[in-house]
């Protein structure tokens, strides 16, 4: 049967499509409409699922490295063949304008190539060769894993997992956020061309899925992405297995166990900017607010609160605002568009709480409205700059994962090294600046995994990703990620 990207969405298990007596479905975020309708998988699809995955493991692992690697290549050049389809579906389902799910679709296709590439210096590491032993290091596949997929990158994070599991020897099981399942779905039942049964699978449903997986004896590694609140729940219920873990966590409301993550308040997380008195005011306030805006900021990586020099800050503030008015906001399918609606509902209504929020405190809108951008139903909030916030408020406390930035004033270096700090979370992090000697003073002393100096969220498959404080364990991309799905095995062969 010739495969169709954009039609019958079912999880895959031991090779084969399978269906479920309940679905549910998705919302396409531009218009309100139901999309179509996805499995709600039951514990009994887990079950099948773990036991496929464990069967299929014992050859997969045992299969040469170049053999995984050809397969590999051969399925992104299938993705890439399909890639016009892909957008138009990440589009449909999680909102983004066509160019960025576009190049989504191609990064996805580039992750893959460049990790097979990266897999190949995986090697064994002799650390004695001598002429009465031999003590070497091995990378062995620890065996049936989970890919927890967020819903703001649901094809490049879905594929982020897959490539490095596959590559060193495990299987995995792929499960897409409940609000964006549909591109996962798909790139799981297109690497059946490519893959023996229960080398990929994946399993859609409701708030039921996640904990079943976590807490499966026959998984033995989690790969999550997602809130920090719902990422401790994952490493509690995997610690009982002692299963390892990779968490890349971001305060965020939503996610699988949206129970779970109503019950408690999340504060901090918000990845700084620090702009320093010497920069082109226009250039980089444009440059810094489009990293804060990129994907309606539904990024974990996007700017989420940036410090601007005192003595600039009046002209920055005046250049920033001009350049948010400027931004074209609508639909995702029409051209030209940067920024399109917030994923869903509740992400919609907690941004629009934050907005509410700003009235009492009597802040000034620089520009923005909680309305709806048209009549369709759609989650569009338009970009909106806030001007000189109380420290305490939310909107420099808690993570807004929305289109509005909160800009602050500082004079002192040091102080404003201690406000970027001053987080549970420490993601990312940025300085921006024409002294390349003060932005890497202030670089090095910022608590954050990845750090940049005049750009912002500018990752490379080639170089670690990964947080500090509680914005994750472990990394993803570079060896150090491949590391990660690996555990490691020291032979001792005495001569």
Known sequence: MPFSVLSNFQNTINGQPSSTPETRHGINPATGEANPDVPVSTQDDVDRAVKAGQEAFKTWSTTPFEERATALRAYADAIEEHAGDFAKLLVQEQGKPMQFATHEA?????????????????????????????????????????GIIPWNFPHALTVI???PALLTGNVIIIKPSPFTPYCALKLVELAQRFFPPGVVQALSGDDRLGPWLTGHPGIGKISFTG??????????????????????????????WIVLIKASRRRGGKDAAIVCKDVDVEKVAAEVVSKGLFNSGQVCLAVKRIYVHASIYESFLSAAVCYAKTVPVGPGTQDGIFMGPLQNAMQYEKVKSFIADLAPEQLRLSHGTAQPFDDKGGFFIKPTIIDRPDERSRIVTDEQFGPILPLLSWS?????????????????????????????RIAKRLQAGSVWVNTHFENDPRAPSGGHKESGIGTENGLHGLREWCNLQTLYLRK
């Not at 406000?419 to 932005?439: F, I, K, Q, T, Y």
């Open 161 to 163: 997992k897959l490539a």
């Open 227 to 256: 809130s920090s609140a719902t990422g401790k729940k994952v490493m509690e219920s995997a610690s009982r297995t002692l299963k390892r873990v990779t968490l890349e966590l971001y305060v965020l409301l939503l996610f699988s």
């Open 412 to 440: 002192d270096e040091e102080d404003v090294i201690t406000r970027a700090n001053a987080s549970n979370l420490g993601l990312g992090a940025s300085v921006w600046s024409d002294d390349l000697e003060e932005a890497s």
């Open 106 to 146: 191609h990064t996805s296709v580039s992750i893959i190539r460049t990790q097979t590439e990266i897999a190949a210096d995986l090697k064994d590491e002799i650390i004695e060769d001598s002429a009465h032993k031999r003590i070497i290091v091995r990378h062995t596949p620890i065996g049936v894993a989970v």
